[in-house]
């Protein structure tokens, strides 16, 4: 049963530029959400998509984006990078009617 | 609005000795309440977590917490520790809403340290 799966792993980026991060969820998983975990601090809660839709979002800027495919598979765009949008991006999956949430690896990224 | 304190940034501890990592946290409804593992360079991975039910709970790696609803903390214990232990710890909170949403808030972190 494979877990949550993101892609890429490591990723550098320079100021001004676009990513894009991919999450797979957790085999029969419907629901995901992404975190930010700047270096030394706890995960933030960045949004949550079921059901194709952005159900929820946290204090983060519209240049902050995603999307949910019919698989359940889920990006996550950050446009016009700062500096101080280097972290580690965590996706993190769970049943729409469940509590517990599984993570992935996560994506580190540094803007430069 | 809903808050997750652990009290303590970094514990050091020998090996085979006892440790509890203590988690506060704020909230006006019913919660459920996680504790996460980091290993360095590595994502979150669930410990245990109290949804329902008897209020203590058990890891398989031998954690345990108890969750004290009128102290609203969620501490985390280990009789023992173990080299392999050291890693961060991070305590959460989830809302119980109607609807499912199942956003975690976390706290800062506690850094166990354990030493030979």
């Known amino acids: 049963d494979a877990g949550v799966t993101q892609s890429p792993t490591h990723l550098i980026k320079t100021r001004g530029q676009q990513v894009t991060l991919r999450c797979s969820p957790k085999?029969?998983?419907?629901?995901v959400s992404w975190y930010q975990q700047a270096l030394g601090q706890g995960p933030q809660f960045i949004f949550q998509?079921?059901?194709?839709?952005?159900?929820q979002r946290g204090n983060f800027p519209d240049r902050f984006s995603g999307h949910q495919f019919p698989n359940y598979s889920s990006e996550l765009n950050v446009n016009a990078l700062l500096l101080g949008d280097s972290a580690l991006y965590l996706c993190?999956?769970?049943?729409?009617?469940?509590?517990?949430?599984?993570f992935g690896e996560g994506s580190w990224l540094t803007v430069v | 609005a809903q808050s997750v304190t652990q009290l303590d940034s970094q514990v050091p501890v020998f090996e085979e000795a006892p440790v509890e990592l203590r988690c506060n946290y704020s909230?006006?409804?019913?919660?459920?309440l996680f504790w996460y593992v980091q290993y360095p360079n590595q994502g979150l991975q669930l410990l245990l977590k109290?949804?329902?039910?008897?209020?203590l709970v058990e890891s398989i790696n031998g954690f345990e917490a108890e969750f004290n609803k009128s102290q609203t903390s969620f501490h985390l214990r280990k009789p023992s520790v173990h080299i392999s232990d050291t890693a961060e710890y991070f305590c959460?909170?989830?809302?119980?809403?109607?609807?499912?949403?199942?956003?975690?808030?976390f706290g800062a972190g506690t850094r166990l340290a354990v030493h030979p």
């Open positions: 993190a999956s769970s049943l729409e009617s469940r509590a517990t949430i599984y």
């Open positions: 085999s029969g998983h419907d629901t």
């Open positions: 998509y079921y059901e194709e839709e952005e159900r």
């Open positions: 909230s006006s409804v019913s919660v459920y």
């Open positions: 109290y949804l329902s039910g008897s209020t």
């Open positions: 959460a909170v989830s809302v119980d809403v109607s609807g499912g949403y199942n956003k975690l808030i």
